[in-house]
């Protein structure tokens, strides 16, 4: 079983702000937060890693709190090309991908 | 391109036929991975090759047999299938198998078996 938790699907526009939550209330001591995305037909694509605050790179940002037991991607200005699966998972020593959360961006 | 590529990129077979899938990684990592995508259902892994020694297999069915001759190379032999075996099938190679190693994903094979 997946050890997160994710909406199953979400629809925004062209240039919003996406936010795209993650719960994983049993985090251990030892897992990193990964963010990665999957177009249809295609393998999934690293996105974004991180343990605790926040993480930025030039596709998103990710925010952990204090207690680590949810996450938040953020997609800055998403345009028609992020529609994708966007899959949140913990790393320890079993990788385990849920179902991932449908992202939908409409003109 | 990710630095790894997987062929054939469709394969339609038999459940009587025996067939191999290939992956090959550009990248100089040490761990390759297979994993399974059925329609509708999350990614399934299905094996783990660390500096080409097998340290993961979920539980998969004997029918698929997994052979690393080397650190760049993955092959999965098929024989014997079933028509639910018919998904995506992704190959990924890492640095190690670390919780903060990222994976590269090839492609995949859509498999479909008649």
Redesign the interface.
């Known amino acids: 079983l ?1 050890k997160t938790t994710q909406p199953i699907s979400m629809d925004s526009y062209e240039g919003q702000e996406v936010n795209i939550t993650c719960s994983h209330n049993n985090i251990a001591t ?3 937060i ?1 963010w ?1 995305q999957q177009f249809p ?6 996105i974004i ?1 991180g343990y605790k605050t926040k993480v930025t790179n030039e596709v998103a940002s990710l925010f952990i709190p204090a207690d680590r037991k949810s996450s938040t991607l953020s997609l800055p200005r998403v345009s028609l090309s992020d529609t994708a699966v966007y ?1 949140c998972l913990l ?2 020593d ?7 959360t449908r992202l939908h961006i409409l003109p | 391109e990710t630095g790894v590529t997987q062929t054939p990129r469709h394969l339609v077979m038999g459940m009587t036929n025996k067939k191999s899938l290939k992956c090959e990684q550009h990248l100089g990592h040490n761990a390759m991975y297979w994993y399974k995508q059925s329609a509708k259902k999350p990614l399934e892994l299905m094996f783990v090759y660390n500096f080409k020694e097998q340290t993961e297999n979920n539980s998969v069915p004997s029918r698929f047999s997994p052979e690393c001759p080397n650190s760049s190379h993955l092959f999965l032999h098929l024989h014997t299938l079933q028509p639910e075996d018919s998904a995506l099938y992704l190959c990924a190679s890492s640095t190690g198998t670390s919780g903060f190693d990222e994976q590269y994903f090839g492609p995949g094979t859509r498999l479909t078996v008649t």
């Open positions: 997946a030892n897992d990193y990964t990665y037909s295609q393998g999934p694509r690293f890693q899959y790393r320890d079993k990788i385990i991908f849920g179902k991932g």
